[in-house]
């Protein structure tokens, strides 16, 4: 099958390096013929009047003869320049700055272009009405740019960091000191091994072993936060280490322990009592590393969430019309280009996450024998928090009946939540809500049912002690009553 000059637009590849690409077809090879479509395994390119044949072609569907997809991986040495990113973004902040949604501590929803934002002079924002304001970086909750996080590539590795960082990308060579990561997004990173808490392979996004909960359960490993232990502040990926043995999960089930002394791409090599391993990458599923604790952080500090490559902590921002500049809490600088952000969770200013409070108490009354612990950031279930169809990052999923109580000191100035029944609940759910604050009843509810309108509550708590959210049994007792309190924050 020969196609001359034609011209393709590729799509942008998930191998490392790629991007999309235009270029003329000289030959093309069938792989198989399948009724109408026909998917090809060797294409031949010129690409900016050079030859690429070869060029790991990922999919070509031809359908009576008729293009209907490309994915074609172009090395960037070949093309120049960084991975380019999909959608309409480009045009919509050529203006000078970004188009941005933006979250206060008095809960406004202010829509327009951010102009400039540091840490001196905190937040520059033209609305579309013309008129500009200036917003402190502390009243200061969450930036969003409307972009949408787009589908990690197959064969991604993850690196869970000990500063609650969650990195996707391909892993390189590792030695004793750094791990070579290249990313989408951010490009390529040398990220401090000691830093890493856990290494998951491709593998672990495959339906074996995607829903397994913790592998290491029982080689001194466990997530926290997913308890009545809170996570690290606003990120739910953090892992404690409990002995001093780094482990490795195998595609079998086995895990084992010892040092591991590098990896990469090709394997995993870990020293044990019985001696040096190699293990192979495909055989590999997950590693925990036992690194130490990480530094206390310091604040303020961002959370920024990219479209590709998962999310990072950032010590230090500063964007200015369309450049966004970071700093991560190793030191070092990096440049992000402003359409790969999908959202930046500014912390340490007013607004606090109740999620990551302690409370003083937590009492759960079973109707029967069954009893339900509280869960940060996820339902009682652990999954996901979903109301109404809405997916939620931060929040606590209860079982009724249930109590929790906070010691709020007098220090905090406003409590704010939403609540719901969360969508894995079923039609039976009806519960009854109450705020307490210093003891007296300040919100109450009475059957809140699954569907319902998700309510918004903002109560004056200046100068209060204690704060209680109790979920009691409704109209049906205590079946199926999975409660979400959504997005629950405390304001200095």
Request: glycine share 10%; proline share 5%; hydrophobic share 35%.
């Amino acid at each position: 099958m020969i196609m001359t000059h034609t011209r393709l637009t590729t799509r942008q590849s998930t191998q490392r390096g790629a991007r999309p690409s235009c270029g003329c077809v000289e030959e093309i090879e069938p792989r198989a013929v399948i009724g109408d479509e026909t998917t090809c395994k060797r294409i031949a390119l010129t690409v900016q009047g050079e030859p690429a044949r070869n060029r790991c072609l990922n999919r070509l569907t031809l359908v009576r003869g008729m293009v209907v997809t490309v994915a074609l991986f172009v090395p960037s040495t070949l093309l120049g320049g960084p991975p380019a990113v999909g959608g309409n973004r480009s045009s919509a902040t050529t203006g000078g700055g970004i188009p941005v949604t933006l979250r206060t501590v008095s809960q406004e929803a202010l829509t327009g272009t951010l102009m400039s934002l540091s840490s001196s002079q905190g937040v520059t924002l033209r609305t579309n009405t013309d008129e500009v304001h200036q917003i402190p970086l502390a009243d200061m909750v969450r930036l969003s740019t409307g972009e949408g996080i787009a589908a990690r590539g197959s064969s991604d590795a993850t690196l869970s960091l000990s500063d609650g960082g969650l990195v996707h990308g391909t892993l390189g060579k590792s030695n004793n000191d750094v791990i070579a990561f290249t990313t989408v997004d951010l490009g390529r990173l040398a990220i401090p091994l000691e830093s890493v808490v856990r290494i998951d392979t491709p593998r672990a996004q495959t339906p074996a072993y995607r829903n397994v909960g913790d592998p290491f359960k029982n080689a001194g490993r466990g997530v926290t936060g997913q308890r009545s232990t809170p996570p690290q502040p606003q990120l739910d990926a953090s892992y404690s280490s409990r002995d001093e043995d780094d482990h490795i999960l195998l595609t079998n089930g086995d895990t084992i322990g010892g040092f591991i002394e590098s990896f990469g791409s090709n394997g995993i090599s870990i020293e044990t009592e019985t001696g040096l391993a190699t293990l192979p990458i495909r055989h590999v599923v997950s590693a925990a590393l036992a690194s130490p604790a990480a530094p206390a952080r310091k604040n303020p500090y961002c959370i920024a969430t990219l479209r590709r490559s998962g999310r990072i902590l950032l010590t230090d921002l500063k964007i200015a019309g369309t450049s966004v500049k970071g700093q991560l809490p190793n030191g070092e600088t990096i440049n992000i280009e402003a359409e790969r952000i999908v959202q930046i969770e500014f912390v340490g200013g007013r607004w606090e996450w109740l999620a990551t409070h302690q409370p003083i108490s937590f009492e759960h009354t079973p109707m029967l024998a069954l009893g339900w612990e509280y869960v940060v950031n996820h339902n009682v279930l652990g999954g996901r928090l979903a109301v109404d169809g809405a997916v939620y990052e931060h929040g606590i999923g209860v079982h009724s009946r249930a109590n929790l109580t906070y010691d709020l000191r007098g220090a905090y100035r406003t409590f704010v939540t939403s609540f719901g029944m969360d969508d894995d609940s079923g039609p039976l759910a009806d519960v009854d809500v109450r705020i307490r604050v210093d003891g007296r009843v300040r919100f109450e509810r009475d059957h809140v049912r699954r569907g319902q309108d998700m309510q918004s509550i903002r109560l004056d708590v200046q100068g209060a002690d204690r704060i209680e959210l109790i979920v009691g049994f409704g109209g049906n007792g205590d079946i199926q009553d999975r409660f979400n309190w959504i997005e629950p924050a405390l304001i200095r």
